[in-house]
T-cell receptor, first 112, second 119 residues
């Protein structure tokens, strides 16, 4: 069965420090993976995707994600966190019929 | 590019009324749009897949007669919550995928959501 897991409900980071938001997946075949960010009372904004090729994917707002096939992970990273990065982050897997399978979400809190 | 407009942003109405939410792709065409429901501090729950010119495909447990979906054009899908009750209060979000890129590797583009409050 296809699934996405985000093991952390919340991640706390000090401004300027690197951040990592974890995501693992389960799928048969090649995965198409996405990261989205949601600000309060807003829809989801696309950050980046992994389809094939380089395991390190660069996206919007300085975010990047590392795909690791052996660990079935797709962790979101940023070298230096900003307070404005505080939001809800969703990892998603492209499933059948063009549907997206979302993780439960991880709330990122960046403290000044 | 790839903007999805959702209207209205907020709706407050009395129990028993019907509410229509619109989802428009502004600068691209979408044969498929998706409707989600999100409860506070939870992930998105897919309600249905809206297909242009045909019937929507509903997820298990979603009442078709309660949540009417119409996708009459390549840029507009509507969700009507019929005879709404307080338990229907939620955050509803639509998304669309660009017609040009219909493969699984294309991201969905999301509207800003509609907060529905039924009194």
């Amino acid at each position: 069965a296809q699934s996405v897991a985000q093991p952390e409900d919340q991640v706390n980071v000090a401004e300027g420090n690197p951040l990592t938001v974890k995501c693992t997946y389960s799928v048969s075949g090649n995965p198409y993976l996405f990261w989205y960010v949601q600000y309060p009372n807003r829809g989801l904004q696309f950050l980046l995707k992994y389809i094939t090729g380089d395991n390190l994917v660069k996206g919007s707002y300085g975010f990047e994600a590392e795909f690791n096939k052996s660990q079935t992970s797709f962790h979101l990273k940023k070298p230096s966190a900003l307070v404005s990065d505080s939001a809800l982050y969703f990892c998603a897997l492209s499933g059948g019929y063009n549907k997206l399978i979302f993780g439960a979400g991880t709330r990122l809190a960046v403290h000044p | 590019g790839a903007v999805v407009s959702q209207h209205p942003s907020w709706v407050i109405c009395k129990s028993g009324t019907s509410v229509k939410i619109e989802c428009r792709s502004l600068d691209f065409q979408a044969t498929t749009m998706f409707w989600y429901r999100q409860f506070p501090k939870q992930s998105l729950m897919l309600m249905a897949t809206s297909n242009e010119g045909s019937k929507a495909t509903y997820e298990q447990g979603v009442e078709k007669d309660k949540f009417l979906i119409n996708h009459a054009s390549l840029t507009l899908s509507t969700l009507t919550v019929t005879s709404a009750h307080p338990e229907d209060s939620s955050f509803y979000i639509c998304s669309a995928r660009d017609l040009i890129g219909t493969g699984q590797d294309q991201p969905q583009h999301f509207g800003d959501g509609t907060r529905l409050s039924i009194l």
